[in-house]
C-alpha cells in the first residue's frame, strides 16, 4: 500500500525555552510618536508600526520575532526579539532615518527626544518571555537560526552525499535557510536549496503545533541586465536582493544576509532602478557607510554573487529579467534528503515526526476529456484573428487525430467552414477568418502621457472593428493570435485591451503565439488554446460521466478585482453549470457571467467599519437556503479555505468540527441533506513524499487520496502529459536546465458527515472534480467547479493566471509551462 509522509514535524514551544535570546522595548518617546500622529478622525494612526519592523527584521534575520502591531505602542512589551545583540546604534540610525521619512524631514529635524533614546538589549531565555512575544514567528526563527549553525552533509543517493552550508533569512517575512550557492557550470546561473519552516495549525486539531518543512530552490542572476546604456529589467513589481555587508568593526563567524528590494525607476534616466524603501536605502549608509545603487547589482551581478568585495549579493532572477539557464522545481531526491535533514536534528530537540498517512480505496477515475459534455445542443461561432497561416493550421489540428489527445479529432467537417464538435451532444461550430488588423499591434503610449488613453483607444478600436454584440447570432469565441510577452516594450502589450473590447462585444478571448519551426509545439499550443476556450465557455471533459454527484453542487468564492470583491457562486446539477453572482437575481452560464461581470456589486476589503462581511454572507447563505428548500437529495457546498481569513470565519481551524457543517445560521447548522467540503491550496497544506514501500522508503511521484489518523485527506493528482519524460531520479543539482515539478496536495476536509464511510465519499468526490476540466489531462489543483469561478478574474482584470503551477513556493518565478500547455 502506497502510503504519504508529510514534510512537517509537532513541534513544543518549550523545547526551545532554554535558547538564550535578547530583547529590546520601544523607546517611550518613540511610542508617543506613533500614538500622537493621528490621522483627521483622531482615531487611526497616521503611521503603522508594522513596516518598520518588517524591514527590521529581513535586514537582520537575527531577529526572530518582532511587535508589529499596536499593541507594543499600549504596553511596554518586547519590541524586537533577537539571537544575538544586534548594534543598538544600527537600530536606531535605521528607525530614525525611517521617522524622518515619514515626516520628510532630515534626522536632525526629528525632535532631540527622538534622537536622543538610548537603546539596550536585555538577555534571558525563551522560557521567560515565551507568553508575550508570538510563537508562529519565533519558533520556525530558532529552528530556522539553529538548523544554520552548522554544515550538514546532504545525502542524494546513489552514493552522492554533498556538504552544504546553510544561511538563515528572512525572505518575505518567513523563515528560511538557503544553501550556499550552487553553480553545476559556467554557462549555468547559481541557485540555492531553499528550506522554509513555517508554523501551522491543522482544522478539527487547532491545539497542535505543526512545524511545516517546505522545500525549494531560488535561483540568481549571473549575466548582466545593464549594459550599452540600456537596462534590460521589466517594471511590474520589486525584485529581490539578498545581501550581507562585511563590517570590519564586526567579526562573525557566519554571513547574515538581509531580504532587500529595488524596482525599474520611472522618468528620471540619471539612474535605471531605485530601493523599494527609504530603509532600503538607509541600509547601505548605516551597515556599509555610504550609498549603493542597485543599478551596480545589476552591471555585474556575477561580481557581488562570487563575494569579491566586501559586498555580497544575489539577485534573485525572477520574471522581470529575460531567461534563465536553470529551470525551476527540486529533485524528489532532493527534496527528502533535505527533509531527512530537517527530521534528524529537530527530533534530536524533541520534535515528533508525523505517522504515515495510508492511501484511501477509492472508485476509479478516467482520463478520458472526450466527448465533451455539453449542457445543450446548439451552434457556436470560433473566430479566428490572425494570420492566412495560423487560420488554416487552427483548422487544420482541429479536423485532424491528434496523438497527443488519444487520436481524438476535435472537430469534424460538415461543410465549408461548419463542423461537428466531438462532444454528446449536437454542437456545431462556425470557424471564422477575422482579420486582426490594428488591434493586436503595440498600444501607442507614445502618444498620450496617460497610459490608461491608450488602452481606452484600442477598446474603442475594437468595438469599431468587429461585429457588434446585437448582431450575434450565437455565442462567439476568439483565439487571437499574438506575440509573446517580450516581444512587447513596456507598457505596449495590449492583451488586456483586447480581451476587455472582445467582452464589450460578447465574446471570450484566448491568445496563442504565432507559429513557429516547432511543428509539435504549434500543435500543442492549438489545441490548448482552443481547448480553454471551450473550458470559458462551459464544457466538461467525459470524466463527468463518471461522477454519481448525489444532488446540487455549490462552489463558493470571492473573486479579486483591484482593491474590490466579487462574491460568487457556481451550480452543478446533472450537467448543467450556472453561476450567480452579488448584486444578479438569476443564475447564468459562464458564457454569461463573463460577459456581464462588470454589471456586479463588487465589495470592499472586510474591515470594521463595512458591511463586506455581513453582505457576502446573507448571499451565500440565502443561495444555500433556497436549494435546500427545492427538496433536493443533498446539497454538497465547496468552499476555499483561504475565505476563513477574511470572509468566512466559520471555517476556521479553531471552528470546524468533523460532523457540523459551518455555523452559518441555525436553520443551515441543523440540515442533514447539507454537507461542506473544505477545499486547502494553500502553503498549510504540507509539502510532501509517497513512498511506494516505506520499508525500502522507495518514493516516486504516484498519485491517490491519503487519510491521516484525524480525518484530514489529502488528493495527489496525476502528472500532466508535459511533465512525462522526467525521471523520478533527476536532481536540480546534476541537471538544472530541466524543470522539475512535483503535484500539490490538495486538503480536503469533509464537514456535515456522520460516518467514515460518508467522509471518504465526500473526499473521493472532491478529488474526482478535478478531472472534469478539458485543458489538462489529468488533475487541476482546484475542483472543476471551483476553478471556473477563478478563471473568470480574467474577464475583470485582463489577467491570465495559471492557477496550477507550483514552481516550489518560487514567489517571484513566472510560469513556465506556457509552451506545453495553455498560453499565458
Given at each position: 500500500m502506497k502510503k504519504m509522509e508529510l514534510f512537517a514535524l509537532e513541534i513544543?514551544?518549550?523545547?526551545?525555552?532554554?535558547?538564550?535570546?535578547?530583547?529590546?522595548?520601544?523607546?517611550?518617546?518613540?511610542?508617543?510618536?506613533?500614538?500622537?500622529?493621528?490621522?483627521?478622525?483622531g482615531y487611526k494612526l497616521a503611521y503603522k508600526v508594522e513596516p518598520l519592523g518588517k524591514k527590521l527584521k529581513s535586514i537582520f534575520p537575527e531577529i526572530v520575532t518582532v511587535c508589529s502591531d499596536n499593541r507594543v505602542l499600549l504596553h511596554d512589551q518586547p519590541w524586537l526579539v533577537s539571537t544575538k545583540p544586534i548594534p543598538e546604534s544600527y537600530i536606531k540610525r535605521l528607525t530614525l532615518g525611517w521617522l524622518a521619512h515619514l515626516k520628510e524631514y532630515s534626522i536632525a529635524e526629528l525632535p532631540e527626544e527622538l534622537r536622543n533614546e538610548n537603546l539596550a538589549w536585555v538577555s534571558c531565555t525563551f522560557g521567560e518571555i515565551h507568553g508575550s512575544i508570538d510563537g508562529f514567528q519565533w519558533i520556525?526563527?530558532?529552528?530556522?537560526?539553529?538548523?544554520?549553525?552548522?554544515?550538514?552533509?546532504?545525502?542524494?543517493?546513489?552514493?552522492?552525499?554533498?556538504?552544504?552550508?546553510?544561511?538563515?533569512?528572512?525572505?518575505n517575512g518567513k523563515h528560511e535557510c538557503i544553501s550556499k550557492p550552487i553553480r553545476y557550470s559556467p554557462r549555468h546561473d547559481p541557485f540555492s536549496y531553499v528550506i522554509r519552516f513555517e508554523l501551522k495549525t491543522r482544522g478539527g486539531d487547532a491545539e497542535r503545533y505543526?512545524?511545516?518543512?517546505?522545500?525549494?530552490?531560488?535561483?540568481?542572476?549571473?549575466?548582466?541586465?545593464?549594459?550599452?546604456?540600456?537596462?534590460?529589467?521589466?517594471?511590474?513589481?520589486?525584485?529581490?536582493?539578498?545581501?550581507?555587508?562585511?563590517?570590519?568593526?564586526?567579526?562573525?563567524?557566519?554571513?547574515?544576509?538581509?531580504?532587500?528590494?529595488?524596482?525599474?525607476?520611472?522618468?528620471?534616466?540619471?539612474?535605471?532602478?531605485?530601493?523599494?524603501?527609504?530603509?532600503?536605502?538607509?541600509?547601505?549608509?548605516?551597515?556599509?557607510?555610504?550609498?549603493?545603487?542597485?543599478?551596480?547589482?545589476?552591471?555585474?551581478?556575477?561580481?557581488?554573487?562570487?563575494?569579491?568585495?566586501?559586498?555580497?549579493?544575489?539577485?534573485?532572477?525572477?520574471?522581470l529579467f529575460h531567461g534563465n539557464s536553470v529551470k525551476a522545481g527540486i529533485g524528489l531526491a532532493e527534496k527528502s534528503g533535505l527533509f531527512n535533514l530537517v527530521k534528524s536534528f529537530l527530533t534530536d530537540y524533541g520534535a515528533k515526526a508525523l505517522q504515515l498517512i495510508p492511501e484511501i480505496s477509492q472508485r476509479g477515475m478516467n482520463d478520458n476529456r472526450f466527448p465533451m459534455i455539453a449542457p445543450n445542443a446548439e451552434r457556436i461561432t470560433l473566430e479566428i484573428y490572425g494570420s492566412e497561416e495560423m487560420f488554416e493550421a487552427v483548422k487544420d489540428v482541429l479536423t485532424t487525430a491528434q496523438k497527443s489527445i488519444d487520436n481524438?479529432?476535435?472537430?469534424?467537417?460538415?461543410?465549408?467552414?461548419?463542423?461537428?464538435?466531438?462532444?454528446?451532444?449536437?454542437?456545431?461550430?462556425?470557424?471564422?477568418?477575422?482579420?486582426?488588423?490594428?488591434?493586436?499591434?503595440?498600444?501607442?503610449?507614445?502618444?498620450?502621457?496617460?497610459?490608461?488613453?491608450?488602452?481606452?483607444?484600442?477598446?474603442?478600436?475594437?468595438?469599431?472593428?468587429?461585429?457588434?454584440?446585437?448582431?450575434?447570432?450565437?455565442?462567439?469565441?476568439?483565439?487571437?493570435?499574438?506575440?509573446?510577452?517580450?516581444?512587447w516594450r513596456e507598457g505596449t502589450d495590449p492583451k488586456n485591451a483586447i480581451r476587455e473590447g472582445m467582452k464589450k462585444t460578447g465574446r471570450?478571448?484566448?491568445?496563442?503565439?504565432?507559429?513557429?519551426?516547432?511543428?509539435?509545439?504549434?500543435?500543442?499550443?492549438?489545441?490548448?488554446?482552443?481547448?480553454?476556450?471551450?473550458?470559458?465557455?462551459?464544457?466538461?471533459?467525459?470524466?463527468?460521466?463518471?461522477?454519481?454527484?448525489?444532488?446540487?453542487?455549490?462552489?463558493?468564492?470571492?473573486?479579486?478585482?483591484?482593491?474590490?470583491?466579487?462574491?460568487?457562486?457556481?451550480?452543478?446539477?446533472?450537467?448543467?453549470?450556472?453561476?450567480?453572482?452579488?448584486?444578479?437575481?438569476?443564475?447564468?452560464?459562464?458564457?454569461?457571467?463573463?460577459?456581464?461581470?462588470?454589471?456586479?456589486?463588487?465589495?470592499?476589503?472586510p474591515r470594521k467599519d463595512n458591511r463586506s462581511v455581513e453582505v457576502f454572507e446573507a448571499f451565500i447563505t440565502r443561495e444555500i437556503m433556497n436549494e435546500l428548500a427545492q427538496d433536493k437529495e443533498q446539497v454538497i457546498v465547496l468552499v476555499n479555505a483561504t475565505l476563513r481569513n477574511n470572509w468566512m470565519r466559520a471555517i476556521g481551524n479553531t471552528k470546524i468540527r468533523w460532523d457540523q457543517v459551518p455555523n452559518l445560521n441555525e436553520q443551515i447548522s441543523g440540515?442533514?441533506?447539507?454537507?461542506?467540503?473544505?477545499?486547502?491550496?494553500?502553503?498549510?497544506?504540507?509539502?510532501?513524499?509517497?513512498?511506494?514501500?516505506?520499508?525500502?522508503?522507495?518514493?516516486?511521484?504516484?498519485?491517490?487520496?491519503?487519510?491521516?489518523?484525524?480525518?484530514?485527506?489529502?488528493?495527489?493528482?496525476?502528472?500532466?502529459?508535459?511533465?512525462?519524460?522526467?525521471?523520478?531520479?533527476?536532481?536540480?543539482?546534476?541537471?538544472?536546465?530541466?524543470?522539475?515539478?512535483?503535484?500539490?496536495?490538495?486538503?480536503?476536509?469533509?464537514?456535515?458527515?456522520?460516518?467514515?464511510?460518508?467522509?471518504?465519499?465526500?473526499?473521493?468526490?472532491?478529488?474526482?472534480?478535478?478531472?472534469?476540466?478539458?485543458?489538462?489531462?489529468?488533475?487541476?489543483?482546484?475542483?472543476?467547479?471551483?476553478?471556473?469561478?477563478?478563471?473568470?478574474?480574467?474577464?475583470i482584470t485582463g489577467n491570465e493566471d495559471d492557477y496550477d503551477y507550483d514552481a516550489e513556493f518560487e514567489e517571484e518565478v513566472l510560469v513556465e509551462l506556457s509552451e506545453n500547455l495553455s498560453m499565458q
Open positions: 513544543n514551544e518549550s523545547l526551545f525555552y532554554n535558547e538564550t535570546i535578547y530583547y529590546m522595548k520601544m523607546p517611550e518617546s518613540w511610542r508617543n510618536f506613533f500614538n500622537k500622529e493621528r490621522k483627521d478622525n520556525p526563527g530558532i529552528a530556522a537560526i539553529l538548523f544554520c549553525q552548522e554544515p550538514k552533509f546532504l545525502d542524494l543517493g546513489n552514493e552522492l552525499r554533498e556538504e552544504m552550508e546553510f544561511y538563515h533569512v528572512i525572505f505543526i512545524l511545516t518543512v517546505s522545500l525549494g530552490t531560488r535561483r540568481y542572476l549571473s549575466k548582466a541586465q545593464i549594459k550599452d546604456g540600456t537596462c534590460y529589467m521589466r517594471s511590474g513589481h520589486a525584485c529581490s536582493v539578498l545581501v550581507s555587508v562585511q563590517n570590519p568593526y564586526v567579526t562573525l563567524a557566519t554571513k547574515s544576509f538581509s531580504q532587500l528590494k529595488f524596482e525599474k525607476r520611472s522618468g528620471d534616466k540619471t539612474s535605471f532602478t531605485s530601493w523599494e524603501t527609504a530603509l532600503d536605502g538607509l541600509y547601505w549608509d548605516v551597515l556599509s557607510g555610504e550609498a549603493f545603487e542597485p543599478d551596480l547589482l545589476l552591471v555585474n551581478p556575477k561580481f557581488y554573487a562570487e563575494g569579491s568585495g566586501e559586498i555580497t549579493a544575489f539577485v534573485v532572477n525572477n520574471n481524438v479529432t476535435i472537430l469534424e467537417e460538415i461543410s465549408d467552414s461548419h463542423y461537428r464538435l466531438y462532444s454528446d451532444k449536437e454542437i456545431n461550430v462556425e470557424v471564422v477568418h477575422c482579420n486582426p488588423g490594428g488591434i493586436v499591434s503595440e498600444l501607442e503610449i507614445d502618444k498620450y502621457k496617460d497610459h490608461t488613453v491608450a488602452v481606452t483607444k484600442r477598446i474603442n478600436q475594437i468595438m469599431k472593428q468587429v461585429t457588434n454584440t446585437g448582431t450575434i447570432l450565437n455565442p462567439v469565441l476568439a483565439l487571437v493570435e499574438i506575440e509573446k510577452k517580450d516581444n471570450l478571448s484566448q491568445f496563442i503565439y504565432p507559429l513557429t519551426d516547432d511543428e509539435k509545439g504549434d500543435i500543442s499550443r492549438i489545441i490548448n488554446g482552443t481547448l480553454d476556450l471551450f473550458h470559458d465557455y462551459g464544457f466538461f471533459s467525459d470524466n463527468l460521466t463518471r461522477i454519481n454527484l448525489p444532488g446540487t453542487l455549490l462552489s463558493i468564492s470571492v473573486l479579486k478585482a483591484g482593491n474590490k470583491y466579487l462574491p460568487t457562486i457556481s451550480r452543478l446539477e446533472g450537467t448543467e453549470l450556472s453561476i450567480k453572482m452579488l448584486g444578479f437575481d438569476s443564475w447564468m452560464t459562464l458564457y454569461e457571467a463573463a460577459l456581464r461581470m462588470d454589471e456586479a456589486k463588487f465589495l470592499d476589503n440540515s442533514g441533506r447539507l454537507k461542506f467540503i473544505r477545499i486547502n491550496a494553500t502553503d498549510d497544506v504540507p509539502q510532501y513524499r509517497i513512498l511506494k514501500n516505506d520499508s525500502t522508503n522507495e518514493f516516486n511521484k504516484a498519485s491517490g487520496i491519503f487519510k491521516d489518523p484525524i480525518g484530514v485527506y489529502y488528493g495527489v493528482g496525476g502528472r500532466p502529459s508535459a511533465w512525462k519524460g522526467i525521471l523520478n531520479e533527476t536532481l536540480k543539482i546534476t541537471s538544472p536546465s530541466k524543470l522539475l515539478l512535483q503535484q500539490r496536495a490538495v486538503e480536503y476536509f469533509p464537514l456535515g458527515a456522520k460516518t467514515e464511510e460518508e467522509k471518504d465519499s465526500l473526499a473521493t468526490l472532491a478529488d474526482h472534480l478535478r478531472r472534469l476540466g478539458l485543458t489538462y489531462d489529468k488533475h487541476t489543483i482546484f475542483p472543476y467547479t471551483m476553478r471556473v469561478l477563478n478563471s473568470l478574474s480574467k474577464y
